[in-house]
C-alpha cells in the first residue's frame, strides 16, 4: 500500500540554523507529493508540492526535490525563522484514481530565538 | 471568502451521546473530506465526497456516518460517541480531481468522557 515516513520529531533549532526534515514514501505508480505546515491552532496549509520526478518544490524559502530513485522528499531551509516554529507534514496523492491524500504522522519544529 | 469553516470549535460529549459536526466551504469545490487528527498518528481520512449527493468510506470510517446534501456542506455524525472518538477533526475540500491542493478548516476539537 502506499504509506509515508517522517523523521521523529519533535526538533528543535535556533534561529538562523540550517533545516531538514525526512521524508521517504512508498506508492505503487508516480504519485504527487506535498509539504503541509500546522502552525498552533490552525488547520493545515499547503506549503510545497512536486507532481514529478526532479521537480523541485519552493515556497517561502523552503524547499523540496521529488527524488524517484531514492523515493524521497526531504524538506530544507536555510536559515528558520521563529515564525516557522509549526508540525510539518508530508504527504502523497498517487496517480490516476485515487483522490485521497496519504499523510505521514508530522514533525514538530520549534525555532528558538 | 471564508475559505473552510468548521462548528463547533470544541465539544465535550458524553459516552453515547450523539453529535454532528459541520463543514462548510464556499469556493464551489467538488471534492470534501474529513480526517482526524491523534497524536503521534498524522491525519487519517475518515469519508469523503466526490460530489452533491455521494459519499465513500476512507481509513477509519467505523463510528461516523456523513451527508453531503448541498455542495457546499459536509456533515460528519456520531450515532453513539465513545472515548475512542476523542480526537481533533478537520474538513478539507479541492475544486476537483485534477487539482491537488487541499484546503484545510480550523479543526474541531472533541472530548468523550
Known amino acids: 500500500g502506499n504509506s509515508v515516513t517522517q523523521m521523529e520529531g519533535p526538533v528543535t533549532l535556533s534561529e538562523e540554523a540550517f533545516l531538514t526534515i525526512n521524508c521517504t514514501y512508498t506508492?505503487?505508480?508516480?504519485?504527487?507529493l506535498f509539504w503541509y505546515v500546522q502552525y498552533p491552532g490552525e488547520g493545515l496549509q499547503l506549503l510545497l508540492k512536486?507532481?514529478?520526478?526532479?521537480d523541485k518544490g519552493s515556497n517561502k524559502g523552503f524547499e523540496a526535490t521529488y527524488r524517484k530513485e531514492t523515493t524521497s522528499f526531504h524538506l530544507e531551509k536555510g536559515s528558520v525563522q521563529v515564525s516557522d516554529s509549526a508540525v510539518y507534514f508530508c504527504a502523497l496523492r498517487t496517480q490516476g484514481g485515487s483522490e485521497k491524500l496519504v499523510f505521514g504522522k508530522g514533525t514538530k519544529l520549534t525555532v528558538n530565538p | 471568502n471564508a475559505g473552510v469553516t468548521q462548528t463547533p470549535k470544541f465539544r465535550v460529549l458524553k459516552t453515547g451521546q450523539s453529535m454532528t459536526l459541520l463543514c462548510a466551504q464556499d469556493m464551489n469545490h467538488e471534492y470534501m473530506y474529513w480526517y482526524r487528527q491523534d497524536p503521534g498518528m498524522g491525519l487519517r481520512l475518515i469519508h469523503y465526497?466526490?460530489?452533491?449527493?455521494?459519499?465513500a468510506k476512507g481509513e477509519v470510517p467505523d463510528g461516523y456516518n456523513v451527508s453531503r446534501l448541498k455542495k457546499q456542506n459536509f456533515l460528519l455524525g456520531l450515532e453513539s460517541a465513545a472515548p475512542s472518538q476523542t480526537s481533533v477533526y478537520f474538513c478539507?475540500?479541492?475544486?476537483?480531481?485534477?487539482?491537488?491542493?487541499?484546503?484545510f478548516g480550523p479543526g474541531t476539537r472533541l472530548l468523550v468522557l
Open positions: 478539507a475540500s479541492s475544486y476537483s480531481r485534477t487539482e491537488e491542493t487541499q484546503y
Open positions: 512536486a507532481t514529478k520526478a526532479d
Open positions: 465526497s466526490v460530489g452533491e449527493g455521494t459519499t
Open positions: 506508492a505503487t505508480g508516480y504519485p504527487s
